[in-house]
């Protein structure tokens, strides 16, 4: 019999190394190819020929990555084993007009991101990252990882009904932050700015994408330490483990029967659809030239599609204390329990029972507990790149990931123990 899987803050204390260091997207794959190439992967070109030799192999393009590992004598029609996450969280991203202000303030103009809790991000400390775009095509990574922002809320001596009504929000209106003062508000303020802080000439950038996120670190809470409280925990935990994942297995002692592969995308939070994200070609591509890099045909590329199995691995919810009767009343994960695994008849999840066998099976050969969660009838779930995935690629799919609180909110919440688990679960199910 396997033995359990033994707790390893060390898993969790690098997990808040990344998260702190990813703020966006695009830091989050830069983070993650950083890793792969300590384990000896490789990044190739899309618009480069593939040689079809072993070993590890990544593919990057904007806030995705593919990465897959070859196992030595592994046949063209051999299956894969794939893990996917997505990169992006909620979250207000810069406007193409930034700079904007009122009444003696300096603000940002910003567009609401996905679905965030809104309240969250008020009167909190806020940088800004992303991405720039230089003239010659090229881009540069910018972190501003100091109080730079803040969206004030509005004074209780203002809105003396807020305690009885709740606080309503405008996205238009109450979202944009202040960063300074000034009557004269300039055009090109913000890209200037950030040009300076980057070490780029002035007029260098003429295209942005930039997203703000919260300053404070992620930490151990509680009075044994046995939280984690961080941001962009939705997907950046699943991103974390699956890379950690993967990287074991291809510098392990054993030769996994499947080609092990890690798939993050990018624009999960807004359904998918992009040459970045789950919907899109992405994946496929990168599967189907494997193949064929190797010398497989058509049929093997059917073939290999046709062994395929896929856990997506993102976040759900943790029965809350404070709302139980919001859950399924048989259905209530708890944090510290190990992995989630997802059910909707409805395929708002992906999982069926020859999924969930092949995920127990996993579960069981890392020694991992793992728990069950649906939604509570009268609340329609939400979804995942799980089903998008299934319907896609034609493979199979599971829809797996860790149970946290605060889902949606600048800061979530999660058992310090459940990010090691998902990464052992996710190790043995990619070593299979």
């Not at 806030?63 to 051999?78: K, L, Q």
């Not at 404070?322 to 209530?332: F, G, I, V």
């Not at 649906?374 to 690629?393: D, E, F, L, Q, W």
């Not at 949606?408 to 919440?413: D, Q, T, V, W």
Request: net charge negative; aromatic share 6%; charged share 20%.
């Amino acid at each position: 019999m396997t033995e359990p899987a033994r707790f390893d803050r060390g898993h969790t204390d690098d997990l808040m190394t990344f998260l702190a260091a990813s703020p966006s997207p695009y830091h989050a794959v830069a983070n993650a190819a950083e890793r792969l190439e300590k384990a000896g992967f490789r990044q190739v070109a899309e618009k480069d020929a593939w040689e079809g030799t072993s070993g590890g192999k990544y593919v990057l393009r904007g806030g995705a990555i593919v990465a897959w590992y070859v196992p030595e004598g592994a046949a063209p029609h051999t299956p894969f084993r794939i893990v996917g996450a997505h990169t992006d969280s909620p979250n207000l991203r810069v406007k193409p007009l930034p700079d904007s202000g009122a009444h003696g303030w300096r603000q940002v103009a910003v567009e609401i991101y996905g679905g965030p809790l809104l309240n969250s991000w008020l009167d909190r400390d806020l940088g800004l990252a992303g991405r720039l775009t230089l003239r010659d095509g090229s881009t540069r990574l910018v972190n501003i990882d100091r109080p730079l922002l803040r969206v004030p809320q509005l004074a209780i001596h203002l809105d003396r009904t807020v305690t009885a009504d709740g606080l309503k929000l405008d996205k238009q209106r109450h979202m944009q932050p202040v960063w300074g003062l000034g009557d004269d508000v300039q055009g090109g303020d913000l890209i200037a700015f950030l040009e300076e802080a980057a070490g780029l000439p002035a007029g260098e950038v003429t295209g942005w994408d930039l997203m703000t996120h919260s300053v404070e670190p992620p930490a151990y809470l509680g009075r044994d330490g046995d939280l984690l409280a961080g941001p962009r925990m939705d997907n950046l935990l699943s991103v974390h483990a699956g890379t950690a994942a993967l990287a074991a297995v291809a510098s392990g002692a054993s030769t996994p029967a499947s080609i092990p592969v890690l798939a993050a995308f990018d624009h999960e939070e807004n359904g998918s659809q992009s040459d970045t994200g789950a919907d899109g070609p992405l994946l496929g591509n990168v599967l189907e030239r494997s193949v064929f890099a190797r010398g497989g045909t058509y049929e093997d590329r059917a073939r290999a599609f046709a062994g395929t199995v896929c856990l997506s691995s993102d976040t759900g919810h943790a029965v809350h204390p404070n709302y139980a009767e919001r859950h399924d009343p048989t259905h209530h994960p708890r944090v510290n329990g190990g992995p989630i695994l997802k059910v909707n008849v409805n395929n708002r999840y992906a999982t069926d029972g020859a999924g969930r066998a092949d995920f127990t099976a996993a579960c069981e050969a890392a020694g991992v507990p793992f728990q069950s969660f649906v939604s509570n009838n009268s609340m329609p779930c939400g979804t995942t790149i799980g089903p998008i995935t299934a319907a896609r690629h034609g493979i199979r799919t599971v829809d797996i990931g860790v149970a946290i609180l605060s889902m949606h909110s600048a800061r979530e919440l999660c058992g310090a123990d459940d990010p090691f688990l998902l990464a052992g679960a996710l190790a043995a199910f990619l070593e299979r």
